[in-house]
């Protein structure tokens, strides 16, 4: 019976965390805007490409890339690293949704 309760728990747990972090993914975007631009069309200081360019799957291998290899990326690469480093990579991949939904450019 216990065995049952902390099973039932853990689901009601990840259930939440999965949620929030799709409800979360504007608020976390607002963290971005500085260098990215409001609607991430900008080229970022020292970077070679906007992300609004990108489709949802390039955004996530990129930014999971960044926070798991640290060899991955261009000579700014050490201001992305800290960049997704709060973040989980579930965060990360609800932004790259939320960036290629709201603001994608097709090249
Ligand atoms: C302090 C400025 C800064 C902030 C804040 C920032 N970035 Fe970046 N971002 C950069 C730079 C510079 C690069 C290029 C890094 C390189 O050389 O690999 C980059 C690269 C990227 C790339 C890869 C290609 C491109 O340029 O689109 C993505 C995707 C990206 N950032 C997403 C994000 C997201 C999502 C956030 C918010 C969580 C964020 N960035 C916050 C500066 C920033």
């Not at 902390?6 to 975007?29: C, E, K, M, R």
């Not at 409001?38 to 990108?54: C, F, H, R």
């Amino acid at each position: 019976m216990k065995m049952v309760k902390i099973i039932a728990a853990t689901l009601l747990v990840t259930g939440a965390v999965s949620f929030a972090s799709a409800a979360t993914a504007d608020v976390n975007f607002k963290r971005c805007i500085a260098c990215h631009g409001t609607k991430a069309e900008k080229v970022p200081p020292g970077g070679t490409i906007a992300s609004a360019t990108l489709t949802a799957a390039e955004i996530k291998k990129t930014l999971r890339s960044y926070k798991t290899d640290k060899t991955y990326g261009g000579k700014m690469k050490a201001t992305m690293q800290i960049q997704v480093k709060p973040f989980s990579e579930e965060d990360l991949d609800a932004l790259a949704d939320y960036i290629f939904t709201n603001f994608h450019i097709a090249k």
